[in-house]
């Protein structure tokens, strides 16, 4: 039965990953999860062996499994591009980051989407589709700003559209007046490094996630950034950490580095890479994470975006970028 789930999946190596997940150690995977030590093992293999297509093919069954195996497009809007005490070193507007900052909104008429902008955008994915829509601003926007952004954007999307706040640190009064002003879900992680990397107290991250939690609302967590050169170790506790949490979604992210910042010149995993590791997350985390991991969500993105890319801005554009986002889920395998 559970091969079936694989199959009707869609993987296009299922007859390889059937041939060698199949039957026991299939089942064995799906009914309980990795712990530290067997991760340990895990994360030094090749992701091209063939014990990790193994926890690759589980990965995706399991996924199937908890979510069903349709595909889910969720988008983010950058709200703002202020220079970010957060100081994460990879990012394009982190405050330690400043000329990358400057150079990145130079051409921008400010650093802050208008209502009218943000709402608009909001509509336009609502009428495409897509299953969620998050905020995201930077570590000190400020919370009464972003719960009136909240109350204007629900009131022009569907309700089965989920509504997420990417922000900064917040205490319980906070994550209240984000579940009063119309958001259901929230981001929030301790980032691989966080201390280290960023100028975010870990302890501070972790008490943020428990008051949003309180608050009621739902999470999305993860780990990251990935890139060359990290140890068995962090991963694992990286995962662990993510999984701990309980979130609802998550996920793996690759480092990217904006040129200019302070950790461009560290490379990012590969893709294939990435996706083992994810695999082998989704395997360590428990049957309350649905969402994530293993490429059945993708996401569009819109606004300001620290990673420097060049985001739609027609909606021509906008919706040319939705169909492409349910392409890339169709090809690899998934109901859209």
């Known amino acids: 039965m559970r091969a079936g789930v694989v199959d009707r999946a869609g993987d296009r190596a299922r007859d390889y990953h059937l041939e060698h997940a199949a039957g026991p ?16 093992r895990l994360i030094p293999l090749s992701e091209d062996s063939p014990e990790a297509r193994v926890y690759i093919a589980a990965a995706r ?13 969720s988008a983010q809007i950058g709200v703002d591009a202020y220079p970010c005490e957060g100081n ?15 150079a990145a909104t130079k051409d921008a008429l400010s650093r802050e ?26 570590e000190d926007y400020p919370i009464d700003t972003l719960c009136a952004l909240a ?44 201390g280290v990397i960023t100028a975010l107290d870990p302890e501070a991250r972790r008490q943020s996630i428990a008051c949003g939690k309180a608050a009621g609302l739902v ?9 060359e050169g990290q140890s068995a170790e962090l991963l694992a506790d990286g995962i662990l950490e993510a999984a701990g949490s309980r979130p609802y979604y998550s996920g793996l992210c690759a480092l990217h580095a904006v040129e200019g910042t302070r950790m461009y010149h560290e490379r990012p995993v590969s893709r294939a ?31 300001f975006d620290p990673r420097g890319r060049h985001n739609p801005v027609r909606y021509e ?11 890339q889920l169709r090809a690899d395998g998934w109901l859209v």
């Open 219 to 227: 999470l999305m967590g993860g780990t990251e950034p990935l890139y």
């Open 317 to 327: 554009d906008i919706q040319s970028s939705f169909n492409q986002t349910k392409q």
């Open 113 to 138: 989407l208008d209502t009218d902008t943000i709402v608009s955008y909001s509509r336009i994915l609502g009428e495409l589709g897509v299953q969620l829509i998050s905020l995201m601003t930077t």
């Open 25 to 40: 150690v299939l089942d064995d995977l799906l009914e309980r999860t990795l712990d530290r030590a067997e991760l340990l």
């Open 61 to 73: 069954a399991k996924a199937v499994e908890l979510a069903g195996p349709s595909g889910h497009i």
């Open 273 to 303: 890479r990435l996706q083992y590791l994810a695999a082998l997350a989704r395997l360590a985390t428990g049957n309350e994470t649905v969402l994530g991991f293993v490429g059945h969500t993708k996401w569009l993105n819109l606004g």
């Open 151 to 194: 109350e204007a954007v629900r009131a022009h999307i569907p309700s089965t559209v989920r509504l997420m706040a990417n922000t900064g640190e917040i205490d319980l009064r906070q994550a209240q007046q984000l579940k009063a002003s119309g958001f259901d879900m929230f981001y929030h992680a301790v980032r691989l490094g966080e």
């Open 88 to 102: 994460c070193l990879y990012c394009g507007y982190a405050a330690v980051n400043s000329a990358v900052n400057a």
